[in-house]
């Protein structure tokens, strides 16, 4: 495996899965996490209202391949830490006998998934420490949870903007898709600094995040974000704003600069 932590929590450096749970109004932050947290607030006033609506698309894009696709299988990369309505709760709502493995390198995420390994019994929850800078490894302990030769649902919500080089994410992508079966999907949101999206406040908000936070995050265009999905079939609406993919009814909601998609392998 590829962790390297000590066991040790740090609680003296802010980090992003606790900053989020503070923008998503949960609990388990800390002083420091809610200081860089409404820091970066100041700057990207928008914020909390990105990390709300990717997990709003987390929760239509799985419906989606619960209930209609016919996905049983989920292997959900950089989970972050458990809010309402994860993966697993969604897809076996949908479909029972749904098998979810969540992949994160973060001691405090794995500690409070642990309490939250409970699926249906006819479905399957686990838990991997792995890194998503290395794919292999988490194919081969997602392997002992998953069948890789039936489709399997890749969902990178918020992940590859942790992976600083633009090559380098690709090639994680391309490993983890060539390891599942055509019929698998990809599931992929990333932060933008793109104007069409109002993602100019994410400049400096990233550039304070990575002078007092970690791990360090970048944006990305239309066209990178795009090029991850190269070889699949990318499903209706294409490439938009999370938030305006497949939205419910009502409102039309506004645009965060947060690109969201769903392809297929074909």
């Not at 599942?180 to 109002?198: F, K």
């Amino acid at each position: 495996m590829t962790s390297h932590h000590t066991g040790r929590i740090r609680t003296d450096i802010a980090h992003n899965a606790r900053v989020w749970n503070h923008w998503l109004r949960g609990k388990d932050n800390y002083p420091v996490d809610r200081a860089v947290g409404d820091r970066v607030t100041s700057l990207h006033p928008g914020i909390g209202e990105v990390a709300r609506a990717d997990r709003a698309f987390l929760g239509r894009a799985v419906t989606y391949l619960a209930a209609e696709a016919g996905i049983r299988q989920f292997l959900d990369i950089g989970t972050g830490l458990p809010t309402a309505d994860n993966t697993h709760e969604v897809a076996q709502r949908a479909a029972p006998d749904a098998r979810i493995v969540y992949v994160d390198n973060d001691p405090i995420v794995l500690t409070h998934a642990r309490a939250l390994l409970t699926g249906t019994p006819q479905g399957a929850t686990e838990y991997v420490d792995a890194d998503a800078h290395h794919p292999g490894a988490i194919l081969a302990a997602a392997g002992r949870t998953l069948d890789l030769a039936r489709p399997v649902a890749v969902m990178m919500l918020g992940i590859l903007n942790f992976v600083l080089d633009t090559d380098e994410a690709r090639r994680i992508v391309r490993t983890l898709m060539a390891a599942v079966p055509s019929g698998s999907h990809l599931v992929l949101t990333h932060p933008t600094a793109d104007p069409e999206l109002g993602g100019e406040d994410n400049v400096a908000a990233m550039e304070f995040w990575n002078a007092n936070a970690t791990p360090p995050i970048t944006a990305r265009t239309r066209e990178e974000f795009t090029s991850f999905l190269e070889g699949l079939q990318v499903l209706e609406p294409g490439v938009v704003s999370c938030s305006r993919w497949r939205p419910g009814p009502g409102q039309p909601p506004s645009a965060v600069a947060q690109f969201g998609a769903v392809a297929r392998k074909p």
